[in-house]
């Protein structure tokens, strides 16, 4: 059974760093693109960042240039390193697996960790 366990959310003030981390089993996780989304209370879940099978990586205006995505295949996991973090990135962040091929396509997600950003 396929999982994304995320970990390293929290409660941070404002200016702080956190680290955010999603390990994968029982996929072949190095085939597969990586991304971190969240959802903010009362909001609409939104792209954070996204990192290819190849490491090509692509950010959310919001975060860019303070947050950064990486993966460690031997690990299956993926990180998102926060930084500058802002009361408005105050959100539940989950993990996403994603993996298009001719013939199937699979999407998977983790059960979310809540980021709380203190002014």
Do not use: H
Request: charged share 15%; aromatic share 12%.
């Amino acid at each position: 059974q396929v999982r994304l366990v995320e970990s390293g959310g929290g409660l941070v003030q404002a200016g702080g760093s956190l680290r955010l981390s999603c390990a994968a089993s029982e996929i072949i996780f190095s085939i597969y693109t990586m991304a971190w989304y969240r959802q903010a209370p009362g909001k609409q879940r939104e792209l954070v960042a996204t990192i290819t099978s190849g490491g090509s990586t692509n950010y959310a205006a919001s975060v860019k240039d303070r947050f950064t995505i990486s993966r460690d295949n031997a690990k299956n996991t993926v990180y998102l390193q926060m930084n500058s973090l802002k009361p408005e990135d105050t959100a539940v962040y989950y993990c996403n697996a994603r993996y298009s091929g001719i013939y199937y396509e699979y999407d998977y997600w983790g059960q979310g960790t809540q980021v709380t950003v203190s002014s």
